[in-house]
Every structure is written in C-alpha cells, then in structure tokens.
Nanobody, 125 residues
Framework: HVQLVESGGGSAPVGGSLRLSCVSS?????????MGWFLQAPGKEREGIAI????????YYHDSVKGRFTISRGTRKNKVDLQMNDLKPEDTAMYYC???????????????????WGQGTQVTV
C-alpha cells in the first residue's frame, strides 16, 4: 500500500515563500512516473499545478504558477519538492501530492488518471 506524505505547508505573507515536500513510502528506483502537486481552493475543483516526470525530469507548470513555482525530484524518484516563491493570496488552498504511473510524460496531464494521493497540506497566503 503506497502512501504519500506531504510536509511544508503553512502560512506566508504575500510575496513570501514556502517549500512543500512529498515522499512516497515506496521507492521507485526502477520505474518512472508522473508525480506532483494539485491544489484545491475552497469551492473549486482540484487542479494540477506542477508535475514532474521522474524518468527524465520533464516538468509541467500551470500558467498561474509559471515563473514562481519550481518542482524538483529526489534521486530515488520517490520524492518531489515544490519551491513556491512570490506567493499570492490566490495561492491559498489545500495542496495535494499525487502519483500517476506512466511510461511517458505525455500522460502527466491526464488529471483524472492520478490514482495515488496524499492527505494534503494547507497553504495560506
């Protein structure tokens, strides 16, 4: 049973920074997958904002976070970090880590296919 554990949420001022981390209980040293972050603001649907394909490090960013957020992967492919800079009030949301097993980056934006989820961590700006 794979578990994703998020950390690093909290409060930050407008223009401030936070760093989120997500660690999987299963090491993926011999496989590649899409792993990253979704956010869900109150009353809104969950949306993918930053994903990385662990096979080659290819990232995806939602337009709303481009230039402000940076996603990175760990060497064992079971960890991703999200560095969030220049935070805005509209970044306030619950942030969820998720994994999609995939053989290619092309599937990383198939949002409804993500099948492993963390419990979420709150970010308040």
């Amino acid at each position: 049973h794979v578990q994703l554990v998020e950390s690093g949420g909290g409060s930050a001022p407008v223009g401030g920074s936070l760093r989120l981390s997500c660690v999987s209980s299963v090491g993926y040293a011999f496989s590649s997958h899409c792993m990253g972050w979704f956010l869900q603001a109150p009353g809104k649907e969950r949306e993918g904002i930053a994903i990385i394909y662990t096979g080659d490090g290819t990232p995806y960013y939602h337009d709303s976070v481009k230039g402000r957020f940076t996603i990175s992967r760990g060497t064992r492919k079971n960890k991703v970090d999200l560095q969030m800079n220049d935070l805005k009030p509209e970044d306030t949301a619950m942030y969820y880590c998720a994994v999609l097993h995939s053989s290619t980056f092309d599937y990383c934006t198939r949002w409804t296919d993500y099948h492993i989820w963390g419990q979420g961590t709150q970010v308040t700006v």
